[in-house]
């Protein structure tokens, strides 16, 4: 629940118990990793079964559930400073630094704080200093660039919010979203639909009564705010039109643009609003019908991207690209033995249940303490597990495998006797992420020389409007593992897609093998592999360069092949 940790922040700015405000943030994560039901929870009285509920915090839930806010947050909220909360978004301020701004420069919002910076008085301040100055205003900068974006998961969650609000006003027939978000791409800074009505005019003032703060720009867009700040577009058009502004709001421009050149060559005339023939309007319901009047084969949205595609595809037709029916494996997939929320037999029977017919347990190595990373001993325990329950005959084989630390120098945090009895080796670096281009380069390069590993985890260790990533020679790291024949992993978590599709899509002609892995910690993050396949997708990946295409007793061969070659 995002209002109590936002209620927990709340608490430590004013100065509350510290350990109050830890109480509602353990609350807000009990919540989320136990994927709780707030509401039936609440109507069953089954709040306080959950660890760490108490009576306070279960009325404090009550209420929310009941009126939609929680009486101690709004007080907070009237207290304090209105940006004083949004200084916590940047990762080099928590609520004690933003306290303490506050309280001794009198900085209020994130604005103040890069004028304070700027002027050299945020370093004198008692633990800060010109370094934290620096990074101060590095962590703004980011924080303007990404301000309004949304990762992609979190889009497509507000954009069907968004498509349900307006299915429901008169005069919609249907709202297809479209722009970036058709696209897939990794992050959305604004959501854009496509809303057709046979009644524009009467749709356009029911826009404008329904949202407030809706402007016009144009003679059928509309655009507004969410509720997180993003920008929303609405692009209004009659049935007869759907296939023509559907494909030009789509995008990408530099696509788009080489369409349009393609159907000037033919005698039509492109505009935003419609493709005219001898001044008259094309009717178009379908986007099918426009790439056959150029001869083309339906092209999948999200790869829509580089004009250049449009020549390849001519002379080569649609690639092959991998889809959701091809995947066997899930990969790369923690349990509650690290840092998971889920048993391992939760973890089988729920990718079982999506279709997959193998998965492999990679919790993390002891050098990742913070995340209950195993030691040899409950490694082996963990491995005893795995055989029971495969001997179960659950109707899913659970592989022993292993997310292992790159140490600093490029070694393994596993010993050699350890790791030869994992089947999957995931090696990631999770440690001195400032280390030099040429140190982090020379330790991942030693790491994947190692001949028990199989795949290179989150190779550019970045989150996504959160961290950038480290200094690093990715092209020489890409070059070693395609020279290897070891598989980099499309890292599925929406937070970190790593690595980027765009890179991906360079190595792909070279043959670049790569996994699609949910890095999943609960159940529910299993489906993150959906939203890798689509990013696979878009870098143009067929089914035989995925891995997690194989059948087992492939993967295992491609696995023991890897190994045997290494040595």
Not at 157 to 166: C, D, S, T, V
Not at 320 to 347: C, E, N, T, Y
Not at 371 to 398: F, S
Request: proline letters at 5%; one cysteine or more; a neutral charge.
């Amino acid at each position: 629940m995002e209002l109590l940790e936002e209620l927990a922040l709340l608490l430590e700015l004013s100065g509350e118990n510290p350990f109050k405000a830890q109480a509602y943030a353990r609350a807000a994560r009990t919540l989320r990793e136990y994927e709780v039901d707030v509401r039936r929870a609440v109507a069953e009285g089954k709040l306080r079964e959950l660890p760490g509920i108490g009576p306070s915090l279960e009325e404090a839930i009550r209420e929310y559930v009941t009126t939609g806010t929680i009486s101690l947050y709004e007080r907070l909220r009237r207290q304090l400073p209105e940006g004083l909360l949004e200084l916590t978004q940047l990762p080099a301020v928590g609520p004690r630094r933003a306290r303490q701004l506050y309280e001794q420069l009198g900085i209020t919002s994130i604005e103040e704080l890069e004028q304070a910076c700027r002027e050299h008085r945020v370093a004198a301040l008692k633990g800060f200093g010109s370094k934290t100055e620096q990074a101060l205003l590095g962590a703004i900068q980011q924080w303007k660039q990404s301000r309004f974006r949304l990762h992609l998961h979190v889009a497509l969650q507000e954009a069907q919010q968004w498509r349900e609000r307006l299915l429901a006003l008169p005069d919609v027939t249907a709202v297809i979203p479209t722009g970036t978000l058709r696209r897939f791409a990794e992050t959305v800074e604004e959501l854009a639909f496509l809303v057709v009505t046979p009644q524009l005019e009467r749709l356009r003032k029911t826009l404008r009564k329904e949202l407030p703060t809706v402007t016009e720009e144009a003679e059928s867009r509309l655009t507004t705010r969410g509720e997180r700040g993003v920008r929303i577009r609405l692009e209004l058009t009659s049935t007869d039109n759907v296939g023509w502004m559907l494909l030009v709001t789509t995008g990408s421009d530099a696509f788009v643009a080489a369409l349009w050149e393609e159907f000037r060559a033919r005698g039509f005339e492109p505009t935003p609003h419609g493709l005219f023939r001898q001044g008259t309007r094309v009717p178009t319901r379908t986007e099918e019908e426009l790439f056959a009047l150029l001869q083309l084969p339906v092209i999948p949205p999200e790869i829509r991207e580089e004009a250049t595609l449009l020549a390849r595809i001519r002379q080569q037709g649609v690639p092959p690209l991998v889809s959701r029916s091809d995947f066997q494996g899930m990969l790369h997939v923690h349990s509650r033995w690290s840092d998971g929320k889920a048993s391992i037999r939760d973890m089988a029977l729920a990718a079982k249940k999506l279709g997959y017919r193998y998965i492999a347990i990679c919790d993390h190595s002891p050098a990742a303490y913070y995340a209950g990373g195993l030691d040899r001993d409950r490694l082996a325990q963990q491995h005893r597990e795995i055989e029971r329950l495969n001997a179960e005959n659950l109707g899913i084989r659970i592989l022993k495998g292993a997310e292992v630390d790159i140490r600093p120098d490029g070694t393994l945090d596993y010993p050699d006797e350890v790791l030869q009895q994992l089947e999957l080796v995931v090696a990631s670096v999770h440690s001195h992420f400032r280390q030099s281009r040429h140190e982090m380069t020379a330790r991942i390069l030693r790491a994947l020389e190692h001949p028990a590993v199989q795949i290179l985890g989150h190779a550019t260790g970045r989150l996504l409007l959160a961290r950038a990533p480290y200094e690093l020679d990715l092209d020489a790291v890409l070059e070693t593992a395609l020279r290897l024949g070891k598989i980099v992993e499309l890292n599925a978590q929406p937070y970190r897609f790593d690595v980027s599709w765009e890179v991906l899509r360079r190595w792909q002609d070279r043959g670049l093998l790569i996994a699609v892995n949910p890095d999943a910690h609960t159940v529910a993050e299993l489906e993150y592999t959906e939203l890798g396949i689509m990013l696979a997708r878009k870098a143009l990946f067929p089914p035989e360069q995925v891995v997690n295409t194989l059948s087992l007793e492939q993967f295992q061969k491609l696995c023991a092949r890897q190994e045997a070659t290494d040595r």
